[in-house]
């Protein structure tokens, strides 16, 4: 798999398949750009409960996978969209067990936490964008 910094890569996700493609896709970009074992699993649970959810209350929709490089640090970046339903009360959503499909209501706070930055833009009647972040530092180049 090729992959630089310019690069995204955009993935349709409307099934099961879809899900665990998009989740396998975090983790190869994860481990590509050098995060540490730990964070390209949780980078890849965060993608896979924000996929779930896609699927599970929009039914279709897209994420956005790429790698944003500042100065000083490393970004995994990712962007889910939807034209789904909407959250009605996204403070409320991030809580822990809000649940409106007999799920655990875990899947928003849990990514939530395990990302660095994360934010949902929510219309109702007009979709859903989640952009969640990991950041990693670089590492020092040792001075010749
Ligand atoms: N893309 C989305 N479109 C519309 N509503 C959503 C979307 N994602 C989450 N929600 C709403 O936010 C609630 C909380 O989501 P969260 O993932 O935290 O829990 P859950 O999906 O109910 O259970 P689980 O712990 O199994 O993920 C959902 O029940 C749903 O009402
Ligand atoms: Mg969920």
């Known amino acids: ?3 630089t910094g310019s690069e995204e890569t955009l993935l349709p996700v409307s099934s099961d398949q ?3 493609k998009a989740r396998q896709k975090g983790r ?25 959810n896609i ?3 929009a ?3 897209t994420i956005v996978l790429r790698i944003e490089e500042e100065p000083d640090r490393l970004g995994l970046v990712v ?3 939807d034209e789904g339903p909407g959250i009605r009360d996204v403070a409320q959503a991030l809580g822990d067990h809000y649940t409106t499909s007999h799920g655990l209501g875990m899947g928003l706070p849990g990514a939530r936490r395990v990302m660095d930055d994360f934010a949902i833009e929510s219309k109702l009647g007009e979709g859903t964008r989640i952009t969640m972040k990991k ?3 670089k590492q ?4 010749s």
């Open 135 to 137: 950041w990693r530092t």
């Open 18 to 20: 879809d899900i665990i």
């Open 79 to 81: 962007i889910a969209c």
């Open 1 to 3: 798999m090729k992959m």
């Open 59 to 61: 039914r279709r929709g």
């Open 55 to 57: 699927v599970t209350y």
């Open 140 to 143: 020092a180049v040792p001075q």
């Open 28 to 52: 190869d970009l994860a481990a590509w750009a050098d995060f540490a074992l730990v964070d390209q699993t949780l980078i890849a649970t965060a993608i896979s409960e924000i996929a779930r």
